[in-house]
């Protein structure tokens, strides 16, 4: 009973093991990523259009109920830069930013996710993550990523802008150079610089210095701490708010009161749709970043219990006044790096998150808003990987069209619409390439058996045998390319008797397959051509056992190519003796 409550509150299976060790680990895990945690969740509340402190609200609850859900020992749950841009995109759809309506809908938003999450991972649908293929999600999260950084630019010149899509932030932000706030630019500019110089040059310094690698980069990464409490101070002695520097202004101290989104809101139609991009988005990430660590310390993760543990995460944001959450890269590396060994460590971050909270959010009244756009720009500027379009561009054209088609649509139409292309291109992907599946005339390599394409290697074939390699399953979508091909195979072969179709790579025949097969070996026969498979995997043979397909079949069902092609030549070769014998005696 134990062991079957512990599958899905994985809690009670690293919960029995815990000891001194890995809470020290956990601990200094926590505190380190508690540090750089807080500065992101203000800059992703601020990206998201929400009050500073709904950011750090999402980096509490939501923590605990992951580490008691959740199945990655690694992975760090709260507000990422993608999420917050897609929040911000769907929730200013409903309700005018800073409204109380905007704040309901966040929170609706984040319960929303929670449920999709939750649903999905009963249904044990985390296999639709590998619908997605990678580098369409590359394209995606790059593409969100330069629209955020453009986001950013008007916190940093000091200028009214908006926009969902990069060409309508473009135009509102020329629009506007001319009022740019040359203290906000001085303040912006500079943390720019010092974030980057942080990020490029500290940790090579640090190491030069006879400093660890490891602990090198992870105070390499205390930078957005730094240039926060700099810019702070910097903004209360000068009075830059004064001068017109926007500063996040009074932060309510506490910790949030826990209220339950209504379901009724009559927002939830229009939202409905953007939850289920975010947790689809959000899902993939979190896996891709779960799978990535658990790998390094040869640990796995459960796809389906991520869909529960994130979707509790979710439902956890939004009765504690959050917006939506998932696994972030950047944090959950740095848990990595920190030595975090379970999920604990996250439970031990939300702890911190929430003295911050009670103890600490006077001390962010002066902090600029230049400073934490500059955090996000610098944050979001190195999920850009522009390098995909290269890499696709000469690996695999097909994908290189689907990238690029996810990478415009994003730029040029919204997040919404990028998570909708990339959706639709992933899928279009699969289908073309399944639809047109490789077709390998083969032939045996001299005295070895093996059967290998023509066009590839120095084989031996046989006017009247024709044997091809279908790499791909078989299924309606690519049953009628098949069987134009094989006739435009034969009508180049006129001397073919036998044809014999290698089934090795087929894991499946669907039934417009089936049928479609049934029709190629009526039709064959019909032209004194007989229709043979080989190397039938035995699920398939299984299902075509209970059909009258094999009953109906012109050839028949050979176990190896070899032995097909060896008993149609003997047969062939018995015909012809047996040929030359009757004509002798009738001489």
């Known amino acids: 009973m134990v062991s079957r409550l512990a599958h899905y509150l994985p809690i009670l299976t690293w919960g029995r093991a815990y000891n001194r060790r890995?809470?020290?680990?956990?601990?200094?895990?926590?505190?380190?990523?508690?540090?750089?945690?807080?500065?992101?969740?203000?800059?992703?509340?601020?990206?998201a259009g929400l009050p500073v402190e709904m950011g750090l609200y999402a980096s509490m609850l939501p923590l605990l109920a992951y580490g008691i859900f959740g199945s990655s020992r690694s992975l760090s749950v709260g507000p990422v830069a993608v999420v917050s841009l897609m929040?911000?995109?769907?929730?200013?759809?409903v309700a005018d930013t800073g409204s109380a309506g905007y704040i309901e809908a966040a929170l609706l938003l984040a319960l929303l996710s929670?449920?999709?999450?939750?649903?999905?991972?009963?249904?044990?649908?985390?296999?639709?993550?590998?619908?997605?293929?990678?580098?369409?999600?590359?394209?995606?999260?790059?593409?969100?990523?330069?629209?955020?950084?453009i986001s950013q630019l008007r916190h940093i010149l000091g200028v009214p802008a908006h926009g969902d899509n990069l060409l309508q932030l473009l135009g509102s932000l020329a629009g506007q150079l001319a009022g740019t706030n040359v203290a906000t630019l001085a303040t912006g500019g500079l943390a720019l610089l010092f974030l980057f110089g942080m990020r490029k040059g500290l940790q090579p310094l640090l190491v030069r210095a006879g400093l660890q690698e490891h602990a090198a980069a992870l105070l390499a990464r205390t930078g957005p701490v730094l240039v926060v409490v700099a810019t702070s101070v910097a903004a209360w002695a000068l009075g830059l708010g004064e001068r017109g520097v926007a500063l996040v202004g009074e932060v309510p101290s506490g910790?949030?009161?826990?209220?339950?989104?209504?379901?009724?809101?009559?927002?939830?139609?229009?939202?409905a749709l953007s939850a289920l991009f975010i947790s689809i988005i959000g899902f993939v990430e979190s896996v891709s970043v779960g799978h990535t660590l658990a790998a390094k310390r040869r640990q796995k993760i459960s796809p389906n219990?991520?869909?529960?543990?994130?979707?509790?995460?979710?439902?956890?944001?939004s009765v504690s006044g959050g917006y939506p959450v998932t696994g972030g890269f950047a944090r959950s590396v740095v848990n990595f790096d920190a030595g975090a060994e379970t999920p604990a460590a996250g439970m031990f971050?939300?702890?911190?998150?929430?003295?911050?909270?009670?103890?600490?959010?006077?001390?962010?009244?002066?902090?600029?808003?230049?400073?934490?756009?500059?955090?996000?720009?610098v944050a979001v500027l190195s999920l850009v990987d522009l390098s995909i379009l290269k890499r696709t561009w000469q690996y695999e054209r097909s994908e290189f069209v689907a990238v690029v088609a996810t990478l415009l649509a994003t730029l040029l139409l919204g997040v919404e619409a990028g998570v909708a292309c990339g959706v639709l291109a992933s899928l279009a992907l699969h289908l073309f390439k399944t639809s047109r599946p490789h077709m390998a005339v083969v032939g045996e390599v001299p005295g070895t058996g093996h059967f290998r394409n023509i066009s590839r290697h120095q084989v031996e074939t046989h006017d009247s045998i024709l044997s091809l390699r279908i790499?791909?399953?078989?299924?309606?979508?690519?049953?009628?390319?098949?069987?134009?091909?094989?006739?435009?195979?034969?009508?180049?072969?006129?001397?073919?008797?036998?044809?014999?179709?290698?089934?090795?790579?087929v894991n499946e025949i669907d039934l417009s397959a089936l049928e479609t097969l049934q029709s190629i070996s009526q039709q064959l026969a019909d032209g004194g051509i007989s229709f043979h498979l080989s190397e039938v995997k035995g699920p398939v043979m299984d299902c075509l056992q209970r059909t009258r397909f094999l009953e109906q079949l012109s050839g028949r069902v050979w176990l190896t190519q070899h032995q097909a092609v060896t008993a149609i030549l003997s047969d062939r070769g018995a015909t012809a003796a047996a040929g030359d014998s009757t004509s002798a005696g009738k001489r």
């Not at 929040?87 to 759809?93: E, K």
């Not at 690519?478 to 044809?499: F, G, K, Q, W």
């Open 349 to 377: 971050t939300a702890v911190g998150i929430a003295v911050t909270a009670l103890l600490l959010t006077p001390y962010l009244a002066y902090l600029p808003q230049a400073t934490l756009a500059a955090t996000i720009i």
């Open 305 to 317: 219990q991520e869909l529960i543990g994130l979707g509790a995460a979710n439902i956890a944001a």
């Open 114 to 149: 929670g449920l999709f999450l939750l649903l999905m991972g009963v249904l044990r649908l985390g296999f639709l993550a590998h619908f997605l293929s990678h580098p369409v999600i590359t394209a995606f999260i790059a593409a969100s990523g330069l629209i955020i950084a």
């Open 87 to 93: 929040t911000a995109t769907a929730v200013g759809q």
């Open 255 to 271: 910790l949030p009161a826990l209220t339950i989104p209504s379901l009724a809101h009559p927002a939830w139609r229009e939202l």
């Open 22 to 47: 890995l809470l020290v680990s956990d601990l200094l895990a926590a505190v380190i990523v508690t540090i750089m945690l807080v500065p992101q969740s203000l800059a992703y509340a601020l990206l």
């Open 471 to 505: 790499d791909e399953s078989l299924y309606f979508a690519n049953a009628s390319y098949i069987e134009d091909r094989l006739y435009a195979l034969l009508a180049e072969r006129p001397a073919v008797r036998h044809v014999i179709l290698m089934c090795s790579a």
